[in-house]
């Protein structure tokens, strides 16, 4: 079956713009999970939503950084009033359930580069 | 909170030739620990994965084991080829903290033919 999808594959923007980034889990996932990747670097957890409520967003860096998924389906992360150092690749994941020890199927990410 | 460390940053290994990659973990409670291979551009995909109730689990030319005791985990891959070549990832999840995972910084594996 089709794994997770994320849109667009590609985004570049000015610094101070706001840009939304897509994500389409696996179908029938509760559970889907955005991480940030530096080049370089592994993935860093940024929020994880049960349904269409986030059940931890620890890992977004202040408030500039806001996810929904108000159907329990699609999420879109928002970033407000980007800066040069949100560039990176955006990752998004989903598993089954959330529940424990789940194997989490991630997205190609979106590459986002501001300028 | 989890950190996990992993070693070494990047690995060159001949073709055929066996490559393991090491991973340590902070939290002693943590329960998970996937591995993920990443191909330059591409999404992660899980290769193998153990949980906290075993030490050792093996897939066919890949293999994990953990010392809970020593909290490490390792990624052993025997008669490597060509196509292994890709950056791996491992992994730590700690239930109580929900169901993030804590990745390691990266192996860069490069098999040589």
């Known amino acids: 079956g089709a794994g997770v999808s994320q849109t667009p594959s590609n985004k570049v923007t000015e610094k101070g713009k706001y840009v939304e980034l897509r994500c389409d889990p696996i179908?029938?996932?509760?559970?889907l999970y955005w991480y940030r990747q530096s080049l370089g670097q592994g993935p860093e957890f940024l929020i994880y939503?049960?349904?269409?409520?986030?059940?931890?967003d620890s890992g977004l860096p202040n408030d500039r950084f806001f996810a929904v998924r108000p159907e329990g389906s699609v999420s879109t992360l928002k970033i407000q009033r980007t800066e040069r150092g949100d560039s990176a690749v955006y990752l998004c994941?989903?598993?089954?359930?959330?529940?424990?020890?789940?194997?989490?199927?991630f997205g190609p990410g979106t590459r986002l580069l501001v300028l | 909170g989890e950190n996990v460390e992993q070693h070494p940053s990047t690995l060159s290994v001949q073709e055929g030739d066996s490559a393991v990659i090491k991973c340590t973990y902070s939290?002693?409670?943590?329960?998970?620990f996937p591995w993920y291979k990443q191909e330059l551009g591409k999404r992660p995909q899980l290769i193998i994965d153990?949980?906290?109730?075993?030490g050792e689990k093996k897939d066919q030319r890949i293999a994990v084991t953990l010392n809970k005791t020593a909290k490490h985990f390792s990624l052993h891959i025997t008669e490597t080829q060509p196509e292994d070549s890709a950056v791996y990832f491992c992994?730590?999840?700690?239930?109580?903290?929900?169901?993030?995972?804590?990745f390691g910084a990266g192996t860069i594996l490069r098999v040589k033919s």
């Open positions: 994941a989903s598993s089954s359930s959330g529940g424990s020890q789940e194997t989490q199927y």
């Open positions: 939290d002693s409670a943590s329960n998970y």
């Open positions: 153990i949980r906290s109730n075993v």
């Open positions: 939503f049960q349904g269409t409520g986030a059940a931890d």
């Open positions: 179908s029938g996932h509760t559970a």
């Open positions: 992994a730590a999840l700690h239930m109580e903290y929900g169901n993030k995972l804590v």
